[in-house]
Nanobody
Framework: QVQLVESGGGLVQAGGSLRLSCAASGLTFGNYAMGWFRQAPGKEREFVAAINWSGRYTYYSDSVKGRFTISRDNAKNTVNLQMNSLKPEDTAVYYC????????????????WGQGTQVTVSS
């Protein structure tokens, strides 16, 4: 049974930082691309960042490029999202996902999902 468990969400002021983590189990972690998506109330789930199986290639949405950094540790089966210079518009539930192609920013193409962690950025 595949499990992706996110942690690290919370409430932060604009300009602050948070680090999200996702712990994976039940899959051969090093075989999967890992990604982060987010969903704000009343909006569709959107791509945030992704990393290929080796960690060599990373992808970001334009809205977070330069502020967020995705990384992975294949020895620990974890993927992280370091979020700096947070803005109120970053407020959303953040989801970890596992899939086959890191460059695919369509949520339907990702295979496994976590339950999400809330990130709230106050102005």
């Amino acid at each position: 049974q595949v499990q992706l468990v996110e942690s690290g969400g919370g409430l932060v002021q604009a300009g602050g930082s948070l680090r999200l983590s996702c712990a994976a189990s039940g899959l051969t972690f090093g075989n999967y691309a890992m990604g982060w998506f987010r969903q704000a109330p009343g909006k569709e789930r959107e791509f945030v960042a992704a990393i290929n199986w080796s960690g060599r290639y990373t992808y970001y949405s334009d809205s977070v490029k330069g502020r967020f950094t995705i990384s992975r540790d294949n020895a620990k089966n974890t993927v992280n999202l370091q979020m700096n210079s947070l803005k109120p518009e970053d407020t959303a539930v953040y989801y970890c996902a596992a899939g086959s192609v890191a460059s695919n920013n369509y949520s339907g193409a990702w295979t496994y999902w976590g339950q999400g962690t809330q990130v709230t950025v106050s102005s």
